[in-house]
Nanobody
Framework: QVQLVESGGGLVQPGGSLRLSCATS????????MSWYRQAPGKQREFVAR????????TYADSVKGRFTISRDNAKNTAYLQMNTLKPEDTAVYYC???????WGKGTLVNVSS
């Protein structure tokens, strides 16, 4: 049974940091690129970041470039998203995914507010 479980979300003040984790099981994590997406209230889901499987090449949305860092630990079957200098417009439900396989987590809420 494939599972992707996000954690680490919560309430943070503008300028603060959070680290999201995505613990996976039930598939060969090391062979898939992993991505983070987000969906803000009333908006469509949007791409945030991606990391490839073997060479760990990363890609970011322009809106988070320089502030967010995606990483992965293939030994732990876990992906991460380090988020720094958070802004109110980063408020959203963040989803972990292996999109090429069609695997998605259920999301974790990040609320950036003073």
């Amino acid at each position: 049974q494939v599972q992707l479980v996000e954690s680490g979300g919560g309430l943070v003040q503008p300028g603060g940091s959070l680290r999201l984790s995505c613990a996976t099981s039930g598939f060969t994590f090391s062979t898939y690129a992993m991505s983070w997406y987000r969906q803000a209230p009333g908006k469509q889901r949007e791409f945030v970041a991606r990391i490839t499987s073997t060479f760990r090449r990363t890609t970011y949305a322009d809106s988070v470039k320089g502030r967010f860092t995606i990483s992965r630990d293939n030994a732990k079957n876990t992906a991460y998203l380090q988020m720094n200098t958070l802004k109110p417009e980063d408020t959203a439900v963040y989803y972990c995914a292996a999109p090429e396989a069609g695997y998605w987590g259920k999301g974790t809420l990040v609320n950036v507010s003073s």
